[in-house]
Every structure is written in C-alpha cells, then in structure tokens.
C-alpha cells in the first residue's frame, strides 16, 4: 500500500522543485533532470523488499502527483521507470546488480527506446535497428527518431534484429561509441522531455548489455508495466484540469453550469479509471497482463482529451494565453494521446482482442 505520510512529502518535494520550473520545461525546453534525480534520491523508486505489483503501485501514484504539476516531467519520469522495468525482468543478472541500484536511487537516469518495436510487434512497423553478432557482443545500426529522458550519463533500452529474424534487447549506454544524439525540441509540447534522435553507426554492444536474447518473449512480460506506467501520466493531468474547472465555477456569473460537461462527469470517470488500476495492481502476485492494461490506457487517454477541452471552455479567455496552465495542459495531452501505443494503436490492438 501508498503511505499517505510518504506521498504527502513528495508533495513538499514538487512543490519545492518542479513547481518552480514547469514554464522553463514547457516554455524553454528545459530538462528537470534534478526533479528526477531527487524523486529517486528520495526512495521514490526503490524496489527493495517490494513485489513488481508492490513497487509498481506506490510509482503510478509517484508518476501521478508529478504529472498533476507538469505532465511532461511526468512523462521523463515514465521513461525513466520503463528502463526500470528492463532491469527488473531480465535473466542477466550481472547487469541488474549493477545498473538498478542506481537507476532506482537518484544516480543515474534511463529512458525506454521501444517506441519502434512496440509498433512492430503491433504490426505497424518493421524494426529499425539492424543487429550483426560478433565476438563478445552485437554491432547495432540503424535510426530510431525520437528516444526521451536521454543525456549524456544515461541509459536505454532498444530491440535489433539479426539476419537470423531474432531479435536481441540491449541496455545501450548514451556514451557508446558510435552512437550520436540530435536534440529534438520542435514540438508543440513536451520540449523539456530530452527527446532525441538516435543513429546507430556499427555501435558495438557486449554481451554483458543484453537484457534478452529472445526479446519476443521478453517484451511480453515487460510491456504491461510500459502501458500501466503511463496510465498516471492521464491521471495527473486530468486532477489538475479538475482543479481549474472548479476554480472558474463562479466566473461570470456562474454561466459555467450550463456548458454540457461539468465537473461531476469527469470526476466520475476519474474515480473508475483509478479504482481499475488499483485493483489490477493491489495484490502482489497478480498476473498483470497486456490484453489488461489496454483498455484501461485507452480510457485514460479519452477521460484526458475530455478534461482538458472542458477545462479550456470552463476558463474561457484566460486558457487561450499561450502561457496558461490549461493551455499546457491542452498541448501536453495531445502528446499522451500520440505515446506510443497511441490511442488509434490501442483501438486496432482491442479490436484484434474482441475478434
């Protein structure tokens, strides 16, 4: 269970550390890689003497409060615990021992890379990365677009494939040689995130960086958690947009009543989003499944765009300052909408479901 005394002091945490920087990220593409470091430093992340079920609860409530403050430092901290994940679930051991420890504590920060092979494996994509075997290790080659949460001490995750049709995951550090970062910040959010675009030039990676030689089998255990974790992202912004709309209650006389969505609607939606993930994840030995965790994202992603929009109209002109909280939140939740899997991803995956 969440101790209500440990998440009271993430509170202070954010307040003190993110809250002042949220325009800098949204405005000036700033990466608060502190607020990540201290999130960590704090034992918000640690797995120790937890179950996957366990540490995965207190985080989604973690990625939650964050996202309620700044929803693209709550994605960098998604990120972050997708690389988590990786470390959690694979057989390498050595690697685990050696990365986790401080990946979980605040000293170093990782990202996901899996944007592609998430696509791929939902048949919307071949992979981008070429995998060649060679002694001591694999050459990767090949360009993913857009990977977030990097730096120059960080670590990700990425899938290649082989000439064998295998494919092959691997904990790739942003040092190794042969790999080059170019910054992307053009978009109409989110620009705080780190996001890079990632060319792999014959970069060699040792055996001891595999997370998987049979990465088929190794994204089905991996890729529930990659979804729940970002179902807070929604949750997050969502409370915020149910604060706004309830400070503009009055506004104008209180004409607000009479627009067709108030709080209570979205409020309502909220309540059975939260209590679905919470029963997925309140017993620590419970099979978290893919095929689980899909509609549940999908829900999020509508109950957010919903938000949002209701909290623009309930603001009125104040939200249509470039500047705005509801603005940045507008913008921010059309990014959740397009994270991968994107919600017309989730609508083909469950419709493959319901066949």
Known sequence: MVLTSNMNKLDDLLKDQLKPV?????????????????????GYLSSQGKSLNGAAAEEIEVVKRTSAYCMTTGFNLWCHLAALTYLRHTPNNELRDRLLPK???GEVLGGTGLSNPMKYYAGL????????KTKGGYVLSGVLPAVSNLGSDHWFGVIG???????????VSCKQEGL?????VSYLGINGSATYACNFNEVFIPNDQILSDDADSFVKQIRPYF?????????GVTSAAIA???????????????LPVQVDDISDRLEKIEHAIQQVFKEPSKNVTWELMLPIRRDVAYLTLDAVHTAMLHAGGSAYLKNSADARRLRETYFLANLTPTVKHLEKMLTGFSK
């Open 161 to 171: 494939e082989t000439e064998e049709d295998q494919r092959v995951m691997f904990l």
């Open 22 to 42: 949220v325009k800098q990220v949204d405005e000036k593409a700033y990466y608060p890689r502190e607020v990540l470091l201290a999130i960590g430093k704090a």
């Open 180 to 184: 080059t970062l170019k910054e992307k």
């Open 103 to 105: 990946l979980e504590n």
């Open 125 to 132: 994509e071949s992979l981008h990365l070429k995998a060649a």
């Open 244 to 258: 706004s709309i309830n400070k503009h209650c009055h506004k104008q006389g209180g004409c607000n009543e009479f």
């Open 227 to 235: 979804v729940a974790y970002q179902i807070p992202l929604g949750l």
